[in-house]
């Protein structure tokens, strides 16, 4: 055994420990193993393959293994640019201390009837511009998914009637299961309600390039931006995990 499969098996082992490691950060962090620690725990797997592959003779593992750090390294560099790209558009089009006719939350999971920390702190975000806005009026977009007792959007309207925000300001969308009919059953609302006006579209950073989108796409115009914060640094490596996987899912798939 040479050098060079020396160091590619300490390589490989090494990084599918850090692998495994991540998987249970991230399943400790959001509280169930979910898509994000399933793929870190396949990547572990292929590392360990690798590693398995790096002490072999042939033709096959001369060609395994440099491909296999071939795609290892486009990989982190194609993630490391989507999170710098969807942090960038969160901020380049932020809403700042302008009105929207209109602030757009989008909804996140709910626990029977408690709101996950994400949708409470989407919601608080809402609040404080409603609070700074008062002529805004909020559009609360979320259905009822598997393992909720009551719709997201119901959930919104609980926290922030409980703030203290009049129920008069909010508009309840309670039909949708995923982003592209947030942005498409929020938009015939806005127009039931007034036929239109300038939207603030309110999430977390890693998917508000997806929220204007939808919104763009149901038909609005000049969609701008607020960002929520994730509850911690463990479910933001989850949420841009997904998400990552989710922009290459449309490049390729459309």
């Not at 009822?144 to 919104?156: H, K, L, R, V, Y």
């Not at 309207?157 to 498409?184: A, K």
């Amino acid at each position: 055994m040479n050098r060079k499969q020396k160091i590619r098996i300490a390589a490989g082992r090494t990084a599918a420990a850090l692998a495994f490691i991540l998987a249970v950060w991230i399943s400790f962090a959001v509280g169930r193993v979910d898509f994000s620690a399933r793929l870190c725990l396949a990547a572990a797997g292929v590392c360990l393959a690798y590693s398995f592959c790096a002490a072999r003779q042939g033709r096959f593992f001369r060609i395994f293994c440099p491909v296999c750090e071939l795609c290892a390294a486009a990989g982190v560099a194609a993630f490391a640019a989507v999170c710098v790209s969807l942090n960038a558009f969160a901020a380049q089009n932020a809403v700042g201390a302008r009105d929207a006719d209109y602030a757009v939350v989008f909804g996140a999971g709910v626990r029977g009837e408690t709101p996950s920390l994400m949708l409470t702190l989407r919601t608080r975000t809402a609040y404080e511009y409603l609070c700074a806005h008062p002529e805004t009026r909020a559009v609360l977009s979320g259905g009822q998914g598997e393992g909720e007792s009551i719709p997201e959007a119901e959930a919104m309207r609980r926290l922030l009637c409980g703030w203290g925000i009049e129920e008069s300001r909010l508009i309840l969308e309670e039909r949708s299961t995923d982003t592209t009919e947030n942005g498409l059953y929020s938009m015939e609302l806005i127009r039931e309600a007034s036929g239109g006006g300038s939207i603030a579209a309110v999430s977390n950073a890693f998917h508000l390039r997806r929220c204007v989108q939808a919104l763009e796409a149901a038909g609005a115009e000049n969609v701008r931006t607020l960002s929520a914060p994730l509850p911690s640094a463990g479910a933001a490596v989850s949420m841009y995990l997904r998400e990552f996987c989710a922009v290459v899912y449309h490049a390729v798939f459309g």
